[in-house]
C-alpha cells in the first residue's frame, strides 16, 4: 500500500458547519479508506470506496474519490464535538491475497468548538 | 457488533524483559495485523498475518518481535528483549476486507 497525504493538516470549526478533508495520493489502488483516531485510542474505520465508485454516503459522512486526479474528499455535515478527532486516509493496493498493510500518514486534526 | 479486543490496556516492563501483548481478532477473519504508534508520531506497519504464517513485515519487526496464533481466538505479539524505543501504542488489527482496530495496549518500558 502507499501512504496518502491529507491535507489540512489542522482544521477548527464551529459545531453544525461542515468540515471537508482532502487526501492525495500517487498511484493506481483498488481502494481507499479513511479513518477516525480518537486521542490515545485506537483508529475507527469510517468508510470504504472501491476505485469504480465516484461517491459514497455513510451518515453524515460523504466520500469522493476521483482516480483520475488521485485524490479523495471526506465530508462531514453538521459536525459535532463528538467529531474532533484526527483523520486519516489510506490508500489500498492489494497484492495476491486479500491481507494488505495501511500506511498511514500524519492526518488531519479536526476541532470543532460547542 | 464484533469488535477487537486487546490486553493489557497498559503494560510496563522493564528494558530487556520480554512482554506479550494479546488480542482478540474478530471471529470470522482471517487476516490479521500489529501496527504501532510512538507517542505523537504516525501509526506504523509492523506485521500481517494470515494462515499461521506472516505475510509482510516490515522493517521495524526485527529479531526481536514474533506473532503467533496459539489458539483459534488470540492472536500474540511478543517483544523478546524490551528496547526503551519500544515504549508505544500497539494495535492489533483483523479484516475480512476493511481492517478493524482494537483499542491497543500501551507499552512502557523503563
Known amino acids: 500500500s502507499q501512504q496518502g497525504e491529507e491535507d489540512p493538516q489542522a482544521l477548527s470549526i464551529q459545531e453544525g458547519e461542515n468540515a471537508t478533508m482532502n487526501c492525495s495520493y500517487k498511484?493506481?489502488?483498488?481502494?481507499l479508506q479513511w479513518y477516525r483516531q480518537n486521542s490515545g485510542r485506537g483508529l475507527v474505520h469510517l468508510i470504504l470506496?472501491?476505485?469504480?465508485?465516484r461517491e459514497k454516503h455513510s451518515g453524515r459522512l460523504r466520500v469522493t474519490l476521483d482516480t483520475s486526479k488521485k485524490s479523495s474528499s471526506l465530508l462531514i455535515t453538521a459536525s459535532r464535538a463528538a467529531d474532533t478527532a484526527s483523520y486519516f486516509c489510506?490508500?489500498?493496493?492489494?497484492?495476491?491475497?486479500?491481507?494488505?498493510?495501511?500506511?498511514f500518514g500524519k492526518g488531519t486534526l479536526l476541532t470543532v468548538n460547542p | 457488533e464484533p469488535e477487537v479486543t486487546q490486553t493489557p490496556s497498559h503494560q510496563v516492563t522493564q528494558m530487556g524483559q520480554e512482554v506479550i501483548l494479546r488480542c482478540v481478532p474478530i471471529?470470522?477473519?482471517?487476516?490479521f495485523y500489529w501496527y504501532r504508534q510512538i507517542l505523537g508520531q504516525k501509526v506504523e506497519f509492523l506485521v500481517s498475518?494470515?494462515?499461521?504464517?506472516?505475510?509482510?513485515k516490515s522493517e521495524i519487526f526485527d529479531d526481536q518481535f514474533s506473532v503467533e496464533r496459539p489458539d483459534g481466538s488470540n492472536f500474540t505479539l511478543k517483544i523478546r528483549s524490551t528496547k526503551l524505543e519500544d515504549s508505544a501504542m500497539y494495535f492489533c488489527?483483523?479484516?475480512?476486507?476493511?481492517?478493524?482496530f482494537g483499542p491497543g495496549t500501551r507499552l512502557t518500558v523503563t
Open positions: 489510506a490508500p489500498v493496493v492489494i497484492g495476491g491475497g486479500s491481507n494488505y498493510k495501511l500506511t
Open positions: 498475518f494470515y494462515n499461521n504464517e506472516i505475510s509482510e
Open positions: 498511484t493506481s489502488i483498488n481502494n
Open positions: 488489527a483483523s479484516s475480512e476486507r476493511e481492517q478493524y
Open positions: 471471529s470470522n477473519h482471517l487476516y
Open positions: 470506496i472501491r476505485s469504480n465508485e
